[in-house]
């Protein structure tokens, strides 16, 4: 029988974490999906293997890992016995978002004092009222971070093709949606062109990119404290039936259990 996972989620007062979560996974593998925001990923026991940018990376107990927002990947246990993994979920008031390209070159970082300053950070977002200490040592880390990121930081172009544009279209089309000949309409490009130019470039399908917006909005629903049938409309599903089938597939719970374990 499946090891029961766990999953631990809450919104702390502390300006730039989106979320906290943590979690253990013994089978469930993410499938290939975005954030809109930074994800500072560390491992307890066991690794997690995964694809950044379809670059195959990995994080251990002594790696910080730093994904940056509206890149894909994926994750999955690098282990038999899975892994427990704690993250924070960051907005750009921490980290700038024109560092996503040194991250997404290099995501995986060796830092044994970064890896103590975010575990420590993690212990005092556990206490509601140590807001403070937290913004303190938050701080501490996205300075360290950063200096990271600046370090790898080149001057290089940013890609304006077709594949870029239709993400664009897709990020402005999150709870409404867009059809295929629309899409092509306005960028100007064949849909079978269209699909074929973002599955290249970003690893995964236009719906899946999507999907997965939609599901980052449903999360962030939740944890606001938002019913899932009310979460899931908003978030652009159908229903809390379409929203449960791929939050689920994603997140690695449905989204009562999510919503039932978040605090605030």
């Known amino acids: 029988m499946a090891a029961r996972e766990e999953v631990s989620a809450w919104r702390p007062r502390v300006p730039g974490v989106t979320e906290v979560f943590h979690a253990h996974f013994t089978e469930h593998a993410y499938p290939t999906h975005v954030h809109d925001v930074w994800t500072l990923l560390i491992v307890d026991t066991g690794a997690v293997r995964y694809d950044l940018n379809r670059h195959a990376c ?3 107990h002594e790696t910080v890992s730093l994904l940056p927002p509206h890149v894909p990947h994926n994750g999955s246990p690098a282990t038999p016995e899975g892994f427990r993994k704690r993250v924070l979920y960051l907005d750009a008031s921490v980290l700038d978002t024109a560092l996503i390209g040194a991250a997404a070159d290099a995501p995986d970082v060796t830092d044994l004092l970064l890896r103590r300053r975010v575990g420590q950070l993690h212990a005092v977002l556990a206490h509601p009222g140590d807001e403070f200490e937290a913004e303190s040592r938050l701080a501490f880390v996205g300075e360290r971070l950063r ?3 600046r370090a790898r930081s080149g001057p290089a172009a940013q890609r304006r093709g077709v594949a870029d544009r239709l993400r664009e279209l897709l990020d402005t089309r999150v709870l409404t949606g867009v059809t ?9 490009a064949h849909p079978t062109h269209l699909v074929r130019a973002f599955t290249t470039a970003f690893g995964l399908a236009p719906h899946q990119y999507l999907t997965a917006r939609r599901v980052e909005r449903a999360r962030s629903l939740l944890l606001d404290g938002l019913p899932p049938a009310a979460a899931a409309t908003a978030a652009g599903f159908y229903d809390q039936a379409h929203l449960g089938r791929h939050f689920k597939r994603v997140v690695g719970v ?7 374990r978040a605090s605030s």
Request: without cysteine; charged residues 15%.
């Open 58 to 60: 990995g994080t251990l």
């Open 147 to 149: 200096a990271h990121l």
């Open 180 to 188: 295929l000949a629309e899409a092509a309409e306005l960028l100007h």
């Open 254 to 260: 449905p989204p009562g259990r999510f919503a039932g």
